[in-house]
């Protein structure tokens, strides 16, 4: 489970800093081609806790019909990131993507609800990642010493 929550964590890492680099080039932004995503060390535990709650909804949800399934992923994310936004805000005085300054669909500052989508496909995107990494991860606990 450890190994799955350093993927998962370097994983989003790397998802997000390609997602904000790319979009800011998109938007002009930025109007190089250097591509400097940004990320926030916040987000790594964010991520490797994908193996908490990610992986348990998927193996019980597994049959289900794939609207569904991308609906259960959707509202679980939000919920996740919502409350990651407003617990960090209370410990450190901010969250540190506020989204309040960037979207009018923002809750709080703390989710996009233009970002549906985004969540509803990362989370579909996300079922044959984690199939794959619980094949995987025994090679990789009998490669290590």
Known sequence: MLIRF??????????????????????GRVHDWKLKGTTYLWMFPLYGSIVLLYEPVHEAIRSWPWIARGA??????????????????????????DYSV??????HGYIRLDYAPIWFLIGLALEPVH??????????QAALP
């Not at 259960?72 to 993507?97: D, N, Q």
């Open 102 to 107: 960037w979207s009018r669909f923002s809750v």
């Open 6 to 27: 350093i993927l998962y964590g370097l994983g989003g890492w790397c998802g997000e800093v390609l997602f904000t680099a790319s979009r800011d080039r998109l938007r």
């Open 72 to 97: 259960c992923y959707l509202i679980g994310f939000f919920a996740v990131e919502y409350l990651a936004g407003w617990l960090l805000k209370r410990l450190t005085g901010s969250c540190p993507w």
């Open 131 to 140: 199939d794959f990494l619980v094949r995987l991860t025994p090679a990789i």
